[in-house]
């Protein structure tokens, strides 16, 4: 199991931006491909983007793929989700996951999971 916590989310008005970051003390981070979800209420949980272990490898959902950036900084053990042009419909809890499988991190299959952080976007 590999702890992950996020941070940097909070209350940003349409248009803004926020960054978001993921980090563990897991040493074998760079092992894992990483991944971004996020879950409105009342909806399901909904893939972002994905990064692999190297960070060379990165698929976003089309919903997100011109606004958000997803990297990863494996000398820190930290991942990051640059969000721009926030929409109020971006309002969710963003939760980080890993697995060592890129395919499972997109099916949301992760081995491990955050707790998440809040993004509010006021119009």
């Known amino acids: 199991q590999v702890h992950l916590v996020e941070s940097g989310g909070g209350l940003v008005q349409a248009g803004g931006s926020l960054r978001l970051s993921c980090a563990t003390s897991?040493?074998?981070?760079?092992?894992?491909?990483m991944g971004w979800f996020r879950q409105a209420p009342g909806k399901e949980r909904e893939f972002l983007a994905v990064?692999?272990?190297?960070?060379?490898?990165?698929y976003y959902a089309e919903s997100v793929k011109d606004r958000f950036i997803i990297s990863r900084d494996n000398a820190k053990n930290e991942a990051y989700l640059q969000m721009n042009s926030l929409k109020p419909e971006d309002t969710a809890v963003y939760y980080c996951?890993?697995?060592?499988?890129?395919?499972?991190?997109?099916?949301?299959?992760?081995?491990?999971w955050g707790r998440g952080t809040q993004v509010t976007v006021s119009s």
């Open positions: 897991e040493r074998t981070f760079s092992n894992y491909a």
């Open positions: 996951t890993v697995d060592f499988f890129w395919a499972r991190v997109v099916a949301g299959q992760g081995v491990s």
């Open positions: 990064v692999g272990s190297s960070g060379g490898r990165i």
